[in-house]
């Protein structure tokens, strides 16, 4: 990689909610910008009250396009532990790469990511590296329908945070979840009850 700017990757509510971030970042998203991931609703999130959100999924993951916006910082050490406040994750779970290497744990993202800082010309990139949990969470594998009943047995704020939540996510994130979940006659349905 050559030298250049960090960049900072997101796929979900850090495009729309960028919340403590916002002054450790400068200019605006580069929406489609970023590398092609593997994705998926697949992490239950007590941050956003127990609704399903995205997380890097290479099991059960969908390839979708991310965005990509510049840190302020020069270091990537730096640029993580700022995405791990906004995150209220461990820095475990940020991953990393830069020219000395790098840090996910999914394997083979570093230098999927890696190789992507190079073309784009970024010095290196963090991005959230949360697992999914909704088997840890629920006892049952995921799976589009478990994870419809699931959605659909949240109530009240939790029902509604997760329904904003998958919503509000880029269009590029089309995950098979959310592709499944178009299909549905109460997501759309709801969909208009909230236009309305």
Known sequence: MTGGPVAILAWGSLVWDIDNLAPHVTGDWQMGAGPVLPMEFSRISPKRLMGLVLCLD???????????I?????AVAQAQADLAARERAPLSRIGWVDRAGGQSRVPGIVDLI???CTDAGWSGAVWTDLEPNFEAQTGRSFTYVEAET???????A???EAERYIRNA???TDTGFRRHLAARDWWAASDK???G
Do not use: F, I, N
């Open 150 to 156: 699931y959605l659909r047995g949240l109530e009240g």
């Open 193 to 195: 009850d909230k236009q």
């Open 114 to 116: 890696g190789a992507w």
């Open 170 to 172: 880029p269009a590029q």
């Open 58 to 68: 290479p099991a059960d993951g969908t390839p979708c396009v991310t965005h990509a």
């Open 70 to 74: 510049r840190s302020r910082r020069a």
């Open 158 to 160: 939790s029902r509604e």
